[in-house]
């Protein structure tokens, strides 16, 4: 957002009543074209400005867009989020992560939040194409952890926790994980993770932590195949909601996980997993690259790994696949 449409804005957010052109151009020192042309630029973001000849300028609607304003307004982070990069729309918020670290330094990136309202082509697991509408969540978090390559997993996990938890608490929707990086309603998916990391040997050079989220996503504009499985949160709860304020408390949630990832406190991530985990103690189905079996999820480690007893009885340690709940 320009400079000077922000601060005409802030005058409208500040203002009890209707505010006349002449009354903020005073303020700014500019001009009244130069405040109509703000006006104009404010309008095309999604805020709701009405005018009259009489009265002047009023703020009825904030923009429903995950514009860095909005979002910073409600963020409370130390890291996480201060620095936002804004997209209408963008092939994938992962992909402008991988240039931004390829073209500057990780470290001085670390935190850095891209935004995007669609991606036109957003990956999933596995190279899955992941639909990424307008009206979601679609984010990818730029890091530069000091974690060992062995549990880097770690944060994915914190991740899904944070993601769960904001659910939870935003809009009291018990919000459940399913290994390895879905958030689950019910029986429906409302969002996922997906964590890439640029890294040679034991040095991890950045990492990408994708998450996608459906939230202002009606389901009747999903295809039928998808409506069986997927369901947003505006479904959910009845009504549309304030993605800015949620996004802010992901960013808080995921913040306070992350610092006990770095700190190596991989325990209290684990048994905060496994107290939302909608997969441990249910019959599973397994997909990997190299074989598929059935058994019953009993635990996961402090690597992320799913522990399933299959129905020989062997324990069966699963680093990554498919799990199909039955």
Not at 105 to 134: C, D, F, N
Request: hydrophobic share 40%.
């Amino acid at each position: 957002m320009p400079n000077s449409a922000f601060k005409v804005l802030e005058i409208l957010e500040r203002a009890i009543a209707p505010i006349s052109g002449e009354a903020i151009s005073n303020e700014l020192g500019v001009t009244r074209s130069a405040v109509w042309k703000n006006i104009k630029e404010l309008r095309l973001m999604g805020y709701d400005i009405q005018s009259s000849q009489k009265e002047g300028y009023r703020l009825v609607h904030s923009s429903s867009k995950l514009l860095p304003y909005e979002v910073h307004k409600k963020l409370h982070t130390q890291v996480f989020g201060t620095n936002l990069r804004y997209f209408e729309h963008t092939p994938s918020t992962n992909s402008v992560g991988k240039q931004l670290c390829s073209d500057g330094e990780p470290k001085k990136l670390h935190g850095t939040v891209i935004i995007a309202e669609e991606q036109t082509g957003g990956v999933g697991r596995m190279g899955r194409a992941w639909i990424s509408p307008s009206g979601g969540i679609w984010i990818t978090v730029i890091l530069k952890p000091q974690v060992p390559v062995d549990h880097i997993f770690m944060i994915t996990m914190a991740g899904s926790v944070a993601v769960a938890r904001a659910i939870r608490k935003e809009f009291e929707i018990g919000a459940l994980i399913k290994w390895p990086n879905d958030i689950f309603i019910g029986k429906k998916k409302i969002g996922g993770l997906l964590l890439e990391m640029a890294a040679e040997a034991d040095t991890v050079h950045y990492c990408l932590l994708g998450i996608g989220i459906d939230v202002n996503n009606p389901v009747k504009d999903f295809t039928a195949d998808l409506q069986r499985d997927i369901t947003s949160i505006s479904a959910e709860v009845g009504h549309e909601v304030d993605r800015a304020s949620f996004l802010a408390r992901i960013l808080r949630e995921f913040e306070n996980r992350y610092q006990l990832v770095e700190s190596g406190e991989y325990d209290a991530i684990t048994q905060e997993w496994k107290s939302l985990s909608a997969t441990l103690e249910n019959r599973v189905q397994i997909r990997t690259l190299k074989n598929s079996f059935e058994g019953e999820a009993i635990d996961i480690d402090e690597f992320g790994a799913l522990i399933v007893r299959k129905d020989n009885g062997k324990l069966e340690r699963v680093i990554a696949g498919d799990c199909y709940q039955q």
